[in-house]
């Protein structure tokens, strides 16, 4: 018996028949990226405040910093998730969390020595953006290695659950310690976060089982190339990802609308748009709660198109909405919008985790990302031309509408006619 297979027996044989709450490693896991992910939400708050506050940039400038935050996933995304697959998916989620609390803190380091400039924070931006690729594309592919499959469920959802808190929770904390300590100093947070989720990534116990070794005459276009005819040529999940990226497309043009029909046609004073979108945010915790439950009363594979056709279908009360009491329609709407997305983001990820062979994980992952993320910034180009065609609330109608329609992909496939996800057996490095 090799020690990694050793390793994996005796982890196996402490977690066997035990919830995730007594799962040691799960638990190192998602505590630290708990803590890392309310570090990221802080930053999303500080980095353009930095820009704006210490550096008075002007609106262009803070607008090409936010997109210099997301350009690595449509430039790196594919090739990152060929390199995760070539190797230790914990090792890479370890080494960018150490190259993240470098990067991120050196933001509040140079504020303190007076040498910020916005260079630096484009620079930062982008540095930081391309660690968060391949974070990302590695603990999506780490978790079948260290959660068996009907367990999966239940993981992502806990995970998708910290991801939703972050979210509604982030926000508030930045805006404090950027009044306590100013915006470079509240960057601190999101550094000291990275260094907690290496140390609580380091005490995983379970190894992963090595990587194939490389085929002669494989190259990394190849390795990209064999991703992406993996997702395109299966018959489920290239409906999953036209269901996942069309959604996205008209989730783009509700968030670009969002703001401006709160303010112009609701007229809703900027104090309490923050308690609007904070309501709003409780759908997707909810969601990642009791996604879990809800897979195994309804089905693992016919909640994936329930979450969309049917959990979905109450959002568009959220562009009925009108001034004074009327108000209350939006957050409602949008917290239902949170909750089917959460719902439906941890069925199809958990399905896509139990149909990838492992030596494809990290591609199929970064395949997904890269179509289906790409629609967004066209979602929100979108949402501002109609909007200033046919009308704010109008437009909105559409963009509920299509995102509600998006589902029909995923119903019209062969899940329509499944109960639940072949569960395929544990593979090795699976903990038990």
């Known amino acids: 018996m090799t020690e990694v297979a050793k390793d994996v027996q005796d982890v196996g044989s402490e977690t066997d028949g035990l919830s995730l709450w007594r799962q040691r490693d799960f638990m190192l896991l998602w505590s630290g990226q708990t803590v890392s992910e309310m570090g990221s939400a802080v930053t999303q708050v500080a980095l353009p405040l930095v820009a704006v506050i210490a550096l008075k940039a002007n609106t262009f400038q803070v607008g090409l910093l936010t997109a210099a935050t997301t350009a690595a996933f449509a430039l790196i995304a594919l090739p990152a998730g060929a390199l995760v697959d070539r190797g230790s998916k914990r090792s ?21 020595l007076g040498t910020l400039t916005m260079a630096q924070l484009y620079v930062v931006a982008v540095a930081a953006g391309v660690c968060t ?22 993981a992502n959802g806990k995970l998708g659950t910290t991801q939703a808190f972050a979210q509604l929770g982030g926000p508030s904390l930045g805006g404090g310690l950027v009044a306590a300590f100013g915006a470079a100093g509240a960057m601190t947070a999101d550094a000291i976060s990275y260094a907690v989720s290496v140390f609580s990534i380091s005490g995983i116990r379970t190894r992963e089982e090595p990587p194939p070794a490389r085929r002669e005459g494989e190259t990394l276009r190849s390795q990209i190339a064999e991703g992406l005819r ?22 783009g043009m509700s968030s670009a609308l969002a703001m401006i029909f709160l303010v112009r046609v609701l007229q809703v004073r900027p104090g309490l748009i923050g308690l609007v979108v904070a309501g709003s945010a409780v759908g ?21 198109w329930m979450s969309m056709l049917v959990f979905s279908a109450p959002q568009v009360i959220a562009a009925a909405a009108w001034r004074g009491w009327g108000v209350l329609l939006f957050p409602v709407g949008w917290g239902i919008t949170y909750f ?25 992952n970064a395949a997904v990302r890269w179509i289906v993320w790409g629609t967004l910034p066209f979602g929100s180009i979108l949402g501002g031309v109609l909007g200033t065609l046919i009308g704010v609330r109008p437009a909105l109608w559409l963009a509920f509408i299509g995102s509600w329609a998006a589902g029909w992909f995923v119903f019209c496939s062969p899940l329509r006619h499944m109960r639940d996800v072949p569960q395929p057996g544990p593979a090795p490095g699976v903990a038990r």
């Not at 993996?230 to 497309?249: D, E, P, S, Y």
């Not at 439906?344 to 591609?363: D, F, H, I, K």
């Open 284 to 304: 997707g915790i909810a969601g990642g709660v009791f996604a879990g439950r809800l897979a195994k009363k309804i089905g693992s594979a016919r909640i994936i």
């Open 133 to 154: 690729v391949f974070f990302d594309v590695s603990y999506q592919s780490y978790v079948p290695s260290l959660i068996r499959a009907d367990l999966r469920m239940d």
């Open 230 to 251: 993996f997702v395109v040529g299966h018959k489920i999940l290239r409906r999953v990802v036209a269901c996942t990226g069309t959604a996205n497309l008209f989730g």
């Open 92 to 112: 890479i989620m370890i080494v960018c969390n150490i190259l993240r609390l470098l990067i991120i803190g050196s933001v509040p380091l140079a504020a303190a």
């Open 340 to 364: 089917s997305a959460m719902v439906y983001n941890v069925a199809q990820l958990s399905y896509r985790q139990s149909v990838t062979p492992p030596e494809l994980m990290g591609r199929m």
